[in-house]
DNA sequence: CTCCTGTCCTGCCGGC
DNA sequence: TGCCGGCAGGACAGGA
């Protein structure tokens, strides 16, 4: 579920609730998610102070001051709790990763589908990662324009929503914000991703950076201190134009269609997106 | 290379 | 009320 806006605000909250401080110490309540949890990383983290925290795509990158750190990735349902010092932690359903800290607080990877992972890194190579290789531009970088969409996107076939969920094209794009960045841009999802060129591109470029920015925005200023009263981090009310809103009408008169790309629903307006 | 399918796992919702 | 099928914001492997 957390694409990149809402693993941004992951990130910006532990930033606030944590940078800084000593990890008092890190258990595992299971041995695997979606891979092994490694378990050299309570004896690296323990006594050691978060000093970055980073983001990568959909990936949040955490790491200390004696050099050691991982490599979270939250998967379809993943949530990170804080609980701050003086507040009572009570485990719960789903508590996979518990790192208490020396001032008293928590912080919890709850994860119900176990899609996510952690993964040990250091400080030195935590950029050469498997996970980022080959991995696109950051969307909400000054790498990021219309003529670079249109050279990744160039050759390729299959239709321009599939390539937006291919984390080479450009990190960070799930389901959601892929068929919203369409709407908004007035592009067909079932339109060949390689004729996306040009204005289109740079529509469609433009149509990316505005609903990843609003979404940060939104999940920012709805946040108080960017997490929810029961400590969970990571989601945020959305107001979607297409996304989940099958039947709804645009303009009073265009209906939202659903359709499976990829295995995947896809929501579009068909009048407005060409 | 690109594309297509299946798979991992739990929870929730709608229909009967 | 309970049971069942379908679906969910992701990513990767394996085969064509």
Not at 225 to 237: E, V
């Amino acid at each position: 579920m957390p694409e990149l806006p809402e693993v941004e605000i992951v990130k910006r909250g532990l930033e606030k609730a944590v940078l800084g401080q000593r990890i008092k110490r890190l258990s595992f309540n299971r041995p695997t998610l979606r891979l092994p949890l490694p378990v050299e990383l309570p004896a690296q983290l323990a006594g050691q102070r978060f000093d970055t925290f980073a983001r990568r795509g959909k990936y949040v990158i955490a790491l200390c001051d004696g050099g050691y750190g991982f490599i979270l990735h939250l998967g379809m349902s993943g949530v990170i709790k804080i609980i701050p010092a003086g507040e009572a932690y009570s485990p719960a359903k789903h508590d996979h990763v518990v790192f208490e800290m020396e001032d008293g607080g928590h912080i919890v990877f709850n994860d119900p589908r176990r899609f996510g992972f952690l993964k040990a890194t250091t400080h030195d190579t935590w950029h050469l990662d498997n996970a980022f290789a080959g991995m696109g531009v950051e969307p909400l970088s000054n790498d990021f324009s219309g003529p670079v969409l249109a050279r990744v996107l160039k050759g390729r076939s299959g239709p321009i929503k599939t390539a937006l969920l291919d984390q080479k094209v450009v990190a960070g794009i799930g389901n959601i914000y892929a068929c919203e960045a369409l709407y908004m841009a007035g592009i067909s999802p079932k339109r060949v991703a390689g004729s996306v060129q040009g204005k289109r591109a740079a529509a469609l470029a433009g149509a990316i950076v505005e609903v990843l920015g609003l979404a940060i925005e939104s999940g920012g200023s709805s946040l108080k201190d960017y997490y929810h009263a029961d400590g969970s981090l990571g989601y945020f009310q959305h107001s979607f134009k297409v996304y989940d809103r099958e039947g709804a009408m645009i303009d009073d008169q265009y209906p939202v269609k659903r359709i499976i790309q990829g295995g995947r629903s896809t929501f579009y307006c068909p009048a407005k997106q060409r």
